[in-house]
C-alpha cells in the first residue's frame, strides 16, 4: 500500500496547552484509516491540523508526496481534501437543495450525490436544519462527496445515531474507499469502524498507542482508559 497521509513528529495545540503530542501517522491511498480514541484524546485536533484549520507547532503533515504543512485550508481545499466536521458544519436554516448547491459551485449536478442517500432527493426543499439527526450526516457526507475528493476526512459521523442509520453511512463510507477514496475515519467506538478499516490508529491523551490492522487489536494490551471507552 502506498502512503497517501503522513504526520512525522506532530505537535499542536491551544494557548499554552499542547494537545498532540509528536504524533506519527500513515494513512494508505485508496484504503479506511479508523482513528479511534476517547473523548478529549485529541482526535477533531488531529483532523483540524490535517485540513489546516490548526498550525503544527512542531512537525510535517505530507500529502502525496508534498509538505503541505504550511498550505492554507483552501488550498487543501482545492487539492482535494474534505473534512465532514464533528458538528456537520451544514446550513441549517438553507433547504437541503442550497447546501448542496453551495458546496457543489458552478456545474456540478447536486443530483450525483442523491445517489448514494435516497431519501435526501425527498427532502430538497426542506429546511436542513429540520431533518432527523441521521439526514443531516447524510447531507453533511453527500456535499463533500460532491466534490469527489481525493482526502476523505470524517469526524464521528455515527455520533448520536441509530445502528441502522451509522450502519448506512459506514456502507457509503466503505463503498468510497473501494472507489479509491483515501479516508481517514474518525470514531470513538470499536465495532463499526473496525469491520469497514484495513489500518487502525488508536489515539490516547495525545499520543498513538496503537497502530496496525483491526484483527492485531483484540490482543494488545492498551492502558485501562482506553479499553474501558472503546470497548
Ligand atoms: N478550541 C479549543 N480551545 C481550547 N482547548 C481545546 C479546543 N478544542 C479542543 N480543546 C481541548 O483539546 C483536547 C482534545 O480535544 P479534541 O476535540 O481534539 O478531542 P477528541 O478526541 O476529538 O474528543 P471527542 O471524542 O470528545 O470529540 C481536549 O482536552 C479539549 O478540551
Ligand atoms: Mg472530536
Redesign the pocket.
Known sequence: MSIELSLRGLRA???A?E?LHGVDLDVPAGALTALL??????????L?VVAGLLPARAGQVVWAGRDITRVPPDGRARAGLALVP?RRGIFTALSVRENLEIFAGHGAPPDAALAAFPVLAERLGQRAGSLSGGEQQMLAMSRVMLRDPRLMLL??ISLGLAPRVTRRLFDVVGELARGGTTVLL?D?YLSDALRLADVVYV?AR?EVVFAGEPGELAGRALPGYVTSVLG
Open positions: 495545540g491551544y494557548g496547552v494537545v480514541g476517547p473523548n478529549g484524546a485529541g482526535k477533531t485536533t488531529l483540524s464533528e469526524d464521528e474518525v470513538q489515539l495525545g
